[in-house]
């Protein structure tokens, strides 16, 4: 076992307050709510490569930014107090933003990708929200009184695997799954 990012760790390979990490074939990125930022490390080696953002509401800065993940060239962030997801570079250069429309995102707490969509945890809207990944759009929500079979009444974490959509429901001790894709 080894430790990345640890109090040993040069200063700026340093993590503050971690709460999300993600991994593809060369790097691991953690996102870190204690100063907002996020940090990208060498997958290999464990090496720090750099670090980004800072605290703010512009593009490239984050007020809590939480769950994040890795896919291709780019990174989405859940950018909790912004209300909304950021996808960027992984130098952190900024590409779009997903869910800052007028009430889509309440606090985004995680995000899950497959090919097509992005699913985003808001867990204080008690909701999932399912996005184009590739411009955006909106597409549809699965809340729990909406008769769908999903029951997670604040939804916090996610993952996605053979189809399915895995939800952790940080207020009851379960996992809720669906099917993923446009027609949950």
């Given at each position: 076992?080894?430790?990345?990012?640890?109090?040993?760790?040069?200063?700026?390979?340093?993590?503050?307050?971690p709460v999300g990490v993600s991994v593809d074939r060369e790097?691991?990125?953690?996102?870190?709510?204690?100063?907002?930022?996020?940090?990208?490390?060498?997958?290999?080696?464990?090496?720090?490569?750099?670090?980004?953002?800072?605290?703010?509401?512009?593009?490239?800065?984050?007020?809590?930014?939480?769950?994040?993940?890795?896919?291709?060239?780019?990174?989405?962030?859940?950018?909790?107090?912004?209300?909304?997801?950021?996808?960027?570079?992984?130098?952190?250069?900024?590409?779009?933003?997903?869910?800052?429309?007028?009430?889509?995102?309440?606090?985004?707490?995680?995000?899950?990708?497959?090919?097509?969509?992005?699913?985003?945890?808001?867990?204080?809207?008690?909701?999932?929200?399912?996005?184009?990944?590739?411009?955006?759009?909106?597409?549809?929500?699965?809340?729990?009184?909406?008769?769908?079979?999903?029951?997670?009444?604040r939804p916090g974490c996610i993952a996605l695997h053979g189809?399915?959509?895995?939800?952790?429901?940080?207020?009851?001790?379960?996992?809720?799954?669906?099917?993923?894709?446009?027609?949950?």
């Amino acid at each position: 076992m080894r430790s990345i990012g640890g109090e040993n760790e040069e200063t700026d390979a340093r993590l503050h307050g971690p709460v999300g990490v993600s991994v593809d074939r060369e790097h691991l990125a953690v996102s870190c709510c204690e100063g907002d930022y996020i940090s990208i490390f060498d997958k290999a080696s464990g090496r720090f490569v750099r670090r980004f953002g800072s605290t703010g509401m512009g593009h490239g800065r984050f007020y809590g930014p939480c769950g994040l993940a890795l896919h291709g060239q780019h990174m989405y962030v859940a950018d909790k107090l912004n209300r909304r997801v950021q996808v960027l570079t992984k130098e952190g250069d900024f590409v779009r933003t997903i869910g800052s429309a007028s009430g889509q995102l309440v606090g985004p707490d995680d995000i899950a990708l497959d090919e097509d969509f992005a699913y985003v945890c808001d867990a204080n809207s008690e909701r999932v929200q399912i996005f184009s990944k590739d411009d955006g759009a909106y597409v549809r929500e699965v809340r729990q009184d909406a008769g769908n079979g999903f029951r997670a009444l604040r939804p916090g974490c996610i993952a996605l695997h053979g189809g399915g959509v895995y939800i952790v429901d940080e207020n009851n001790p379960r996992v809720s799954v669906f099917r993923g894709g446009p027609a949950v």
